[in-house]
C-alpha cells in the first residue's frame, strides 16, 4: 500500500519511470523460422501491419484473393515468385525482405569458466587481469556488448583511467574497490552495481579489499561494415 500512495503522489515520476521500461524482459517472441513458408508469412503480416493497412487493403493493391493472402501470412502455402514481387511493390520494400528470418543468424557463445580471452587493455599491469567472456561482431540488436571478467590482485599507486564511447554496467563480485566516476567516487563491495556512460574518465581510484573482482560490460553502436 505504501508504494501505491507514493506513486499516486508522484503520478510524472511513475509516469517516466514506467516509460523508461518499455520492453518486458519476460516476453516470448517467435523463434527463427525453420520453415520457409512460416519465414515469409511473418514476414508479409509485421510489413502489413506496420502500414497500418488490413488484409483487405493488401488484396485490393495486389490481385491476390482474401483467402491466398490469409494462406500466405499463415505459412500454409508456398507463395510464386510472380505473388512475392507483387507483394514487394505494395507493401514497399525488397523481395529479399520477405526472407529474413529464415536466413537471419543468430549468435551464441559460450566460454567455460576459467577460459575467458586474456587480453591487455590500457594500463593493463602486473595483478590487473581483464578477461573478455564474449563478443558477437554481426548481430540483430545494432549494438556490440563486450563483457569483462576483471580480477585485481595486487595494489598499486597509479590506477588506469578509462574513457570510451557506450555505456557500461559494473557489478562487484568480491573485494572492495572505490570506483571514480569523472569527479565521483563510489565505494562498490560484493552485490553493488554502478552503469554510467562511459564517455566520462573512469576507473578503480582505490582497491580497499584485495583480492577484488568485478565484471563489466560495454556496450556500443554496431559500426556498418559497409564503406
Do not use: C, W
Not at 59 to 77: C, H, P, R, Y
Not at 136 to 163: H, R, W
Amino acid at each position: 500500500m505504501k508504494l501505491k500512495r507514493e506513486a499516486a503522489e508522484q503520478p510524472e515520476q511513475a509516469h517516466s519511470g514506467r516509460a523508461a521500461f518499455s520492453q518486458d524482459p519476460h516476453a516470448v517472441r517467435e523463434p527463427k523460422e525453420n520453415n520457409l513458408e512460416m519465414a515469409i508469412g511473418h514476414e508479409v503480416r509485421a510489413y502489413r501491419k506496420k502500414l497500418g493497412i488490413t488484409v483487405t487493403d493488401l488484396a485490393a493493391a495486389t490481385g491476390i484473393s482474401l483467402g491466398m493472402l490469409s494462406k500466405i501470412e499463415n505459412g500454409n502455402i508456398s507463395p510464386s515468385l510472380t505473388t512475392l514481387q507483387s507483394l514487394s511493390r505494395a507493401l514497399g520494400v525488397p523481395l529479399t525482405a520477405f526472407f529474413r528470418r529464415f536466413e537471419e543468424p543468430r549468435n551464441a557463445v559460450f566460454v567455460k569458466a576459467g577460459q575467458g580471452i586474456e587480453l591487455e587493455r590500457r594500463g593493463t599491469r602486473a595483478g590487473h587481469q581483464y578477461n573478455l567472456l564474449g563478443h558477437i561482431d554481426n548481430n540483430t540488436s545494432g549494438v556490440i556488448v563486450e563483457p569483462y571478467l576483471i580480477t585485481l590482485t595486487a595494489d598499486s599507486d597509479t590506477f588506469p583511467t578509462f574513457q570510451h564511447e557506450g555505456m557500461e554496467f559494473l557489478y562487484m563480485l568480491e573485494g572492495v574497490v572505490v570506483y571514480r566516476h569523472g569527479d565521483q567516487l563510489f565505494q562498490m563491495q560484493p552485490g553493488d552495481s554502478l552503469f554510467f556512460d562511459a564517455d566520462a574518465p573512469h576507473g578503480p581510484e582505490e582497491l580497499v579489499k584485495l583480492p577484488s573482482k568485478y565484471l563489466s560490460i560495454i556496450t556500443y553502436p554496431q559500426r556498418s561494415s559497409k564503406g
